[in-house]
């Protein structure tokens, strides 16, 4: 019987796996939205400090990422969130997510904030479930936005 468990861990944001599965997302969401499907994310974005690209993983092969990026002092970003088609419902979004938010309490932000859209309710009621809850549109003018925000309980940073 093959592993179940997903890694998920911050990866170099430039590896082949990497780029593929944000080529993967982009094409998914230009389908969904139109335009280029980047929703205006740079791989520079994940190459300053306090952020981080992470790729989920199942028996070694790359299922799924994210990435976080600072907005400001307390403030997180979560981005980049894609899960190929054949893993979804395995776990592999929430274990993103879970790295992403022991990254950004590692980091010492006090919140994770994040955007969707309306035509991913599986994404918006995964977020929900994970915690994380509505705000206002913190980035961009498209009105169609959901904008979500989790708070983080801050632990000794020993990590």
Not at 44 to 64: K, N, W
Request: glycine share 8%.
């Amino acid at each position: 019987m093959s592993s179940t468990i997903v890694l998920a861990a911050a990866e170099d944001v430039r590896s082949e796996d990497s780029v593929q599965l944000m080529k993967e997302l982009s094409e998914e969401l230009g389908l969904l939205y139109g335009g280029d499907g980047t929703a205006g994310f740079q791989l520079s974005d994940v190459e300053v400090p306090r952020s981080a690209f992470i790729v989920a993983r199942l028996d070694g092969y790359p299922v799924g990422c994210g990435a976080i990026r600072p907005l400001d002092e307390n403030s997180v970003e979560v981005k980049r969130m894609y899960t190929r088609s054949d893993y979804r419902r395995k776990g592999v979004a929430q274990a993103i997510l879970a790295e992403a938010e022991r990254l950004a309490n590692h980091f010492a932000y006090r919140n994770l904030k994040l955007q969707t859209g309306p035509l991913q309710p599986e994404a918006a009621a995964l977020y929900e479930r994970m915690g994380y809850y509505r705000i206002p549109i913190f980035h961009g003018d498209w009105d169609q936005v959901l904008a979500y925000q989790k708070d983080l309980v801050q632990q000794p940073a020993s990590l």
